[in-house]
């Protein structure tokens, strides 16, 4: 498996070219970087200023392992107003057009939500028509996707949404498109489950992997802390991977961010990878 960094993990303010040269002396084989409203990495950005991005990573000797987005959060995919499910799916496309130009084969997409506890008056959306507005809107971009020749990983989050790995594989299987699939998050099922139970029953579904630790304990979220200091079994988790043949990118995504020395989380994250893939531990 190839290890990777989200650039969420990074220290604010800190630029993209930055932080690809972080990744890259912290001994990470990709970033993962983030499609945002405005900034270099924009709805609004070129072709051309997409493609300067590409080079710089190759240049640099790193990986763009696949491009994230946090919008869908305030575009749900599952919203009952027509107007917002059209902006989720405008930046969904320009999204997949992005990794197309970055030569990344996965986009990472929240699926919506019923209700978001973190998220202060974000309207609560009846479970059953959050699943019929997410199901048109993935197999409609499906095609798209595969026009592409990009994957799309809907990812699993604290949504109240899609909220068993069963359910999770009946949504892709009903869709039916080898280019719609899971961006599985380690972390973000300890509250309820265990990440390895996910892996064995998603398996091929699985396009990328997050890998964040959680403590059960401490709840909320709060409960997210480094790698290893956490409950996620990581040992049962590379077994479940590996158990169905994934070898593809495993990314960290690192919250919160540390107070002070901020880009030594980066240093950190980068060894206790190396320690759960068994590698020579920097």
């Not at 989720?88 to 506890?117: H, M, N, R, S, Y």
């Amino acid at each position: 498996m190839k290890k990777g960094i989200n650039i969420w993990s990074f220290p604010a303010g800190m630029s993209i070219e930055e932080s690809i040269a972080l990744a890259k002396d912290a001994g990470f084989d990709g970033i993962e970087l983030s499609l945002n409203e405005t900034g270099p990495l924009g709805l609004d950005s070129t072709a051309e200023e997409v493609r300067n991005i590409r080079r710089y990573a190759d240049d640099t000797g790193i990986e763009l392992s696949s491009l994230a987005s946090g919008l869908y959060w305030d575009y749900p995919p599952t919203s009952e107003n027509k107007e917002v499910r059209a902006k989720a799916f405008d930046v969904a496309q320009k999204q997949l057009e992005f990794a197309a130009e970055l030569g990344v084969d996965t986009v990472l997409i929240v699926p919506g939500a019923v209700g978001v506890d973190f998220i202060p008056d974000a309207p609560v959306v009846p479970y059953d028509r959050a699943y019929d507005n997410a199901l048109s809107f993935f197999s409609d971009l499906a095609k798209i996707a595969e026009a592409h020749k990009v994957s799309i990983g809907i990812e699993n989050v604290w949504n109240k949404f899609l909220l068993s790995p069963l359910e999770m594989r009946g949504f892709i299987d009903t869709i039916g498109s080898d280019y719609v699939g899971s961006y599985f998050d380690v972390g973000n099922v300890v509250y309820s489950g265990y990440p390895e139970h996910w892996i064995s029953i998603l398996n091929k579904r699985i396009k990328k992997v997050h890998f964040k630790d959680y403590r059960r304990q401490a709840g909320g979220l709060h409960g997210f802390v480094d790698l290893l200091a956490g409950d996620v079994d990581y040992p049962e988790v590379v077994r479940a991977l590996e158990a169905i043949g994934y070898d593809d990118y495993v990314t960290a995504e690192m919250i919160p961010p540390y107070t002070h020395h901020t880009k030594q989380i980066v240093y950190n994250t980068s060894a206790s990878m190396d320690a759960i893939l068994g590698r020579t531990v920097r």
